[in-house]
């Protein structure tokens, strides 16, 4: 016999109320099963337990108090369902407006986050800037010829090469400013630069100076800022950077309009009899040069700015200090406060972006709350 056709009958084995053949098989089926064998022996004990213990006297209303209570659980049984159907129902509603809600909000996030940050046209006049000190620096390219053109985005297709110009000021305190200007001399080669104009001076406390023009490369312009930075104690550092792909382009687009103007008006000057046409038709072809002319000089004036970058350096060299003065300088105030100003924007930093987690999470915690309580509903 099976394992749990054994245990449905051990109550009738016990009382001996089954034929002989189910006796027998049962007992056989215990003498080889440990598990049925361990039931049994429990129910064998209950049941010899429940023998010796003297019979509970019942209260004279016990029949109509458990009739009472049998009513009562019946109309109970009735209004479970009822409430399960509701708790049920509640849960589902709740469940959707949070899926919803945390959809539209994922959805919302996702839009905002895949807007291009800037149009092309304030991309052209965009200029960034990193600087630790010194005012906001100002556009560098101020263009008058091209003041005239159409500036609406024309939606420049991908193949177009972009031209960016880009430049940058530093200022470093070095112990001895002759050995940054060889260090200098060594980037630029290194770089395949030139080094533009240089200057230098020494004030009356001592402290010498030395201006530098540097040419670089624009493809290399990043790394010999980094290199730069290395040379010493970096007091002021400013890069730009400007986008004139869009104002390039429409140039040279007007440059071709010109030319082709001016072939036209070149074949009515061969075409002219009188002298008044030809005076008018050269009039207007002058012009027309003049603008071709002016035109391209912006275009090489651009192709040079955005091939070769400019870094204007500046070496100061340290004045020593004496003593403690040159433990306890302005400098290491200084220092002092912008590590204290640093680590309180660290610490709201991480509180702002713990709030931000918690409110992206609360939704799905929610769901987990709600889905939790409507299992456990229904498991009851």
Known sequence: MECYAVRRLLNPYIDEELDEKSMDDIQAHLDSCEDCKLEYNELLYTKRLLENTPPLELPDNFGDMLHIKLIEGRKNNRRKPIKRMIAVAAFAVASIFVLSFGFNFLMNSTKLSSKAPLSAKSAA????????????????????????????????????????????????????????????????????????????????????????????????????ISNIKSLGDVKMIRINSSDITEQYYDVQTRIKNLEIQEESLQNLMKKASNISDILQIEDKLNDVQTQIDSYKSQIKLWNSMTNMSTINLTFLSAVPQAGIGKIFSENFFKDVLNAGTKSLNVFFEFIKYAIVMIIYLLPFAILIYLIYKGYKLLKK
């Open 125 to 224: 006049n965009y200029s960034s800037e990193a600087s630790t000190g010194g005012k906001e620096a100002e556009p560098k390219l101020k263009n008058s010829v091209y003041s005239s053109l159409n500036q609406a985005n024309r939606g420049l297709d991908s193949g177009y090469e972009r031209k960016i110009t880009k430049d940058a000021t530093i200022s470093i305190e070095m112990n001895s400013v002759d050995e940054g200007y060889n260090k200098i001399l060594n980037i630029s080669k290194q770089y395949n630069g030139y080094i533009e104009s240089t200057s230098e001076n020494t004030s009356e406390s001592g402290q010498k100076t030395v201006n530098i023009v540097l040419k670089i490369p624009a493809d290399d312009f990043e790394y010999a």
